[in-house]
């Protein structure tokens, strides 16, 4: 994990500080969320806090960008209210992936319970949507990715931050290292900065940052690590 650096942002590039929304009482279920709104727990309204505590002595942020679910949106009022009263601005293409049939479920209990769902889930063919409207990776790539490009060019010399989820933020990752390891944990709560280029560059600066969660009670052996619960 790098450092934090609080030199200014090159002119070239936006610093986008990409956060997975606090924990929800279906984070701790193992259950899967997908695009069901889901709202925060206690306990993820406490780390909704602690993001913004740390975020409002760090270098100054523009605006924060969310997707509409409860759980992100209500992640980033907080924020957003602990740093200032920035704005918070909306867009569906940040939203989680949905999962279809696969939705409302504990993922442990998904191939007993819908093993043809389960089946498009594990494939490894990212064209494969999942029975009942849900997404393939390819559709989950094309939008959240063009979502994260538009804002990058908006906010090139600036810092702004994004709320969104863990499969959105794990695609966000395979496009910025093509070639990096296969599996990065997004913890919730936890900060991930992308510097992304107006010439579709993307580079990580640093990746699951939850030092602002230590030693609080709010992080655990386990904590967040079910990037299918979204």
């Not at 090159?10 to 956060?19: F, H, P, T």
């Not at 992936?97 to 490894?124: E, I, W």
Request: proline share 2%.
């Amino acid at each position: 994990m790098a450092e934090f650096d609080s030199s200014c942002v090159g002119s070239d590039y936006a610093e986008i500080i990409v956060l997975r929304h606090g924990e929800t009482a279906w984070n701790a279920d193992r259950r899967i969320q997908g695009q069901l709104d889901v709202e925060l727990n206690d306990a993820g309204r406490q780390q909704a806090a602690l993001l913004g505590d740390r975020l409002f002595k760090e270098p100054k942020i523009s605006l924060v960008y969310s997707s509409d679910l409860a759980r992100a949106y209500e992640t980033a009022q907080i924020i957003a209210a602990r740093c200032g009263g920035l704005k918070v601005v909306t867009d569906v293409d940040l939203r989680e992936r949905h999962l279809g049939d696969l939705q409302g479920l504990v993922f442990r209990d998904t191939a007993k319970l819908n093993p043809k769902a389960h089946q498009a889930f594990v494939s490894h063919e990212t064209c494969q949507e999942i029975p009942g409207g849900g997404e393939s990776r390819d559709q989950l790539h094309q939008r959240c990715t063009s979502s994260l490009q538009r804002i990058g060019n908006k906010h090139k010399g600036e810092r702004v931050v994004v709320v969104s989820h863990g499969a959105v933020i794990e695609t966000l990752d395979k496009q910025a290292s093509p070639h990096g390891r296969s599996v990065r944990y997004v913890l919730n709560a936890s900060v991930n900065i992308f510097h992304v280029y107006d010439d579709g560059k993307w580079t990580i600066k640093s990746w699951g940052d939850v030092s602002h969660l230590n030693n609080t009670g709010s992080l655990q052996s386990d904590f967040g690590r079910d990037e299918n619960s979204g």
